[in-house]
């Protein structure tokens, strides 16, 4: 009998070092897909956005910045820098980059908002009023910290939170009825921002026995949870617009008069 108690034990530790370990890396960190990108190369397929307007949250940001001078190559008609940071530069940048090459310069607006606070993020939807078309939101405002900071004006909660997902889905939810596509546009188009950083940070989201979820991811304490707090904050804003484009889609089907929209998300990767 000790036999095959040793046999059955052996047995297990098998099935876990060929399955139960395997299983874990995957859940938690991606590195098939890190390794499968490691020569990606992605590629525009859209050669103009002639007579389109896109806008940009997280403008001076190192994707939303080259997510601007993309649209600005091919021919976008308004391009709408948004950041809580001036994004002037980014515009002079753009404007001498298109001139030296002998391009027409888009109108660029820019937009400064307060992504601490509701109040700036209903700015932005205000502002967007005034724009006569809207075919492109590309949302990749996000702040990276690894020291905890609440919000001053916004509930107390962690700024990660904060900026990554409420704003980010409180600014969605006000462009959303102002996407209207121009007419070379055939489908407006929103996109969210996420991260691969959503996996290994999935194992420090259980939900709490009693109480606010939101409170409970956002009153972590300095360590390992505050490291994985970025990828919390998307791995949120990632069900968002899961959830957002489903209902998009149901409205739609019900022909209670909404606009076809697309959204989807990215996964920058380990860029």
């Known amino acids: 009998m000790a036999g095959y108690g040793l046999l059955g034990g052996v047995a297990v530790v ?13 859940e938690y960190f991606p590195w098939r897909s890190l390794w499968a990108q490691r020569h990606g190369r992605p590629t525009v397929t859209t050669q103009s956005y002639k007579g389109r307007t896109a806008l940009i949250t997280g403008a001076n940001g190192a994707f939303g910045s080259r997510a601007a001078k993309l649209f600005a190559h091919r021919e976008i008609d308004t391009l709408v820098l948004v950041d809580v940071m001036d994004c002037g530069r980014v515009k002079k940048e753009i404007e ?125 304490k300095e360590g390992m949870e505050q490291a994985h707090q970025y990828g919390r904050s998307k791995a949120l804003l990632l069900y968002f617009a899961r959830e957002l484009a489903a209902r998009t889609t149901a409205t739609l089907a019900a022909g209670k008069g909404i606009r076809k929209v697309t959204i989807n998300s990215a996964d920058p990767g380990s860029a």
């Open 14 to 26: 098998l099935a876990i070092i060929t399955f139960g370990i395997p299983w874990i890396v995957k």
């Open 96 to 220: 001498e980059e298109l001139t030296d090459a002998g391009k027409p310069v888009p109108r660029i607006l820019v937009w400064k908002i307060d992504m601490m606070t509701f109040e700036g993020c209903q700015q932005v939807g205000q502002k967007a009023r005034e724009l006569k078309y809207l075919d492109h939101v590309l949302l990749t405002a996000g702040i990276l910290a690894f020291n905890r900071r609440e919000s001053p004006r916004a509930g107390k909660l962690c700024t990660s939170l904060q900026v990554n997902f409420l704003s980010t889905a409180l600014i969605s939810l006000l462009l959303l009825p102002r996407l209207k596509a121009s007419p070379e546009t055939p489908t407006p188009v929103m996109t969210f921002v996420t991260t691969f950083g959503i996996y290994p940070s999935s194992f420090t989201m259980g939900m709490p026995k009693t109480g606010s979820y939101l409170k409970r991811l956002s009153n972590n």
